[in-house]
């Protein structure tokens, strides 16, 4: 079976500063990798996601994301954030089968501080 | 494209009564998916749906549960005799068939059992 592990339950940060949210997970099995924000009283929105290719995914509000096969880790990074950036953030693996059926992490919020 | 949608989006019971929740998807999108989610944890995945048939079901999801989508559109998950254990938020998504497809959340359901 698939588990994912974020590493950080909460990540405070100053607006305008850098940030990396970290996701590791562990499969036997080949997977794809997602990330998602959940803004308060609102569903999950899909950030971006790994599928093949280029180790090197770029998303939606200027986050990115980095698959890493031997460290089997997909950490989401931002330049620069914005207090809009508050949120929470899930990572998500989903292994080649024909469920689609995601596995998700147990989230990382952050908060933006001006 | 009007999203997915949950009906109701609170719904507050005792235990031992009966629930139903609603999801209407993105009307082209074949794959529905139910999840629940904890206070402090990802969603964790309940069951999908391709078209009107059921093609998986997670342990989680105990004999007092049962969804359906008949004619392939709007799906319903009943609970049947709610325990407090139950008090959760019910997710749905909805997707094209590809099991790379994005899946497109709901806002919820946040079921509180008394």
């Known amino acids: 079976a698939q588990s994912v592990t974020q590493l950080d339950s909460q990540v405070p940060v100053f607006e305008e500063a850098p940030v990396e949210l970290r996701c590791n997970y562990s499969?036997?099995?080949?997977?794809?990798l997602f990330w998602y924000v959940q803004y308060p009283n609102q569903g999950l929105q899909l950030l971006l996601k790994y599928l093949s290719g280029s180790t090197l995914v770029k998303g939606i509000n200027g986050f990115e994301a980095e698959f890493n096969k031997s460290q089997t880790s997909f950490h989401l990074r931002k330049p620069s954030v914005h207090i809009s950036d508050t949120a929470e953030y899930f990572c998500?693996?989903?292994?080649?089968?024909?469920?689609?059926?995601?596995?998700f992490g147990d989230g990382t919020t952050l908060t933006v501080k001006p | 494209d009007t999203g997915v949608s949950q009906d109701p989006r609170h719904k507050i019971t005792k235990r031992g009564q009966n629930v139903t929740f609603r999801c209407d998807p993105i009307s082209e999108h074949n794959r529905l998916y139910w999840y629940r989610q904890t206070l402090g944890q990802g969603p964790e995945f309940l069951t999908y749906f391709q078209n009107e048939a059921q093609l998986e079901k997670s342990r989680l999801l105990s004999d007092r549960f049962s969804a359906e989508r008949p004619k392939g559109s709007f799906s319903t998950l009943e609970i049947q005799r709610t325990e407090q254990g139950d008090s959760a938020m019910y997710l749905c998504?909805?997707?094209?068939?590809?099991?790379?497809?994005?899946?497109?959340f709901g806002p919820g359901t946040r079921l509180t059992v008394l």
């Open positions: 499969s036997s099995v080949s997977v794809y």
């Open positions: 998500a693996v989903t292994i080649n089968t024909n469920a689609g059926k995601s596995t």
């Open positions: 998504a909805s997707s094209r068939a590809g099991i790379t497809d994005t899946q497109y």
